[in-house]
């Protein structure tokens, strides 16, 4: 990721910390003269001393640990290092830089315990130290660069649209449907727990007697449904993208009739009963209720090819080489972990909302 400037944060930090100014000496009164009288002499108002020059950053010290001080430089150096909204935390928030320099001075405790113990001459703590070297002069070269590459990153709303029309099939709203059901989970092989075949269509058998006696849907899943996602929610799915879910309960949620309770449907986790309550065609997401999403993924595709095009030349400038180590070298490959059992209950994910970026929209 390309930084933000930080220059003119950094600047903003150091002026919210300079002390205020003495105000001027106001001028003497004028004593009106007394009649007849010749005018006294008017007193002379010495001139005002030149104001001390303000302590360079690195002579203001905060704080002191060890007897080795923690300096006004050092917390704006430490201060440049956080993203915007880090350093905006700081600024806004009363005794924010005060905390800062707080974590700063505990950090340095740490730090000096380590070098008593010898912790700081280690090969893994000097090889650390290249590596962070490497990092924080990384750094220093894009906030030098940065307002060049914040000018190369800004995208218009012609790139917006641009971007829109070139990855329409990224706004395209699948059909989707709200159904509610109620699941009666089936004793699967190798499982001790769980219902029988029998015992699961007895209890189907029983939900739909309560149904034609005029009991509640929703009431009915709450208390016998076996899936914890919607059971609380009256069996309830919203919305959903029917080819996320096992193919006979999307193949039900596709073509029940809308309202009505329809014959169990028998999947891999036992016997459901489907209502379905909508169904909403597929659609192409307009641009309009699409930008945002549109304009987060031309950004994201600007910063990619600024980088790319940055890494490209400098790559031109610098020997720069990725190597593969040979097979003996390599280590050897891990064992796939054994799959987890899926869990019976779980029902599929749902699909986004009417006005929402449809999935797979704009990384």
């Known amino acids: 990721m390309l930084r933000a400037s930080l220059i003119s944060m950094i600047a903003l930090g150091v002026v919210a910390q300079e002390p205020a100014k003495a105000p001027a000496p106001a001028p003497a009164p004028v004593q009106a003269q007394a009649p007849a009288q010749a005018a006294a002499p008017k007193p002379q108002v010495p001139a005002p001393k030149s104001q001390a020059p303000a302590p360079k950053p690195e002579e203001v010290v905060l704080a002191k640990v060890g007897g080795e001080p923690i300096t006004e430089a050092d917390f704006q150096a430490a201060f440049r290092l956080l993203n915007q909204q880090e350093q905006m935390q700081i600024l806004m928030i009363q005794g924010g830089k005060e905390e800062f320099v707080k974590r700063m001075a505990e950090s340095k405790l740490l730090a000096v315990k380590a070098k008593r113990m010898g912790l700081d001459q280690t090969p893994a703590f000097h090889q650390a130290v290249e590596r962070t070297k490497d990092d924080l002069l990384a750094r220093e070269y894009l906030a030098k660069e940065s307002e060049a590459l914040q000018k190369k990153l800004a995208v218009s709303d012609d790139d917006v649209k641009a971007f829109y029309e070139k990855h329409k099939d990224r706004f395209k709203q699948p059909e989707l449907a709200s159904v509610r059901h109620i699941l009666v989970s ?133 020997p720069f080489e990725l190597t593969k180590p040979s097979p003996s070298e390599a280590p050897a490959p891990k064992a796939p972990a054994a799959p987890k059992a899926e869990d019976p209950k779980v029902a599929p994910q749902a699909a986004p909302k009417e006005g929402e970026a449809p999935k797979g929209g704009a990384r």
């Open 186 to 318: 089936v004793k699967r092989e190798g499982e001790e727990k769980g219902l029988s075949e029998a015992a699961a269509k007895a209890k189907i058998a029983k939900i739909q007697a309560e149904l034609k006696k005029g009991a509640k849907f929703d009431a009915l899943a709450k208390k016998y449904s076996d899936d914890p996602g919607s059971k609380e929610n009256g069996g309830l799915y919203e919305d959903a993208d029917p080819s996320t879910w096992v193919p006979e309960f999307g193949a039900a949620a596709r073509t029940q009739p809308i309202g009505k309770v329809g014959a169990p449907v028998k999947t891999q986790f036992g016997y459901h009963l489907v209502k379905v309550e909508s169904r909403k065609p597929a659609r192409e997401v307009p641009f309009e209720e699409a930008k945002q999403v549109a304009e987060q993924g031309a950004q994201r595709e600007r910063q990619a090819a600024i980088w790319n095009e940055l890494m490209d030349s400098l790559r031109k400038e610098i």
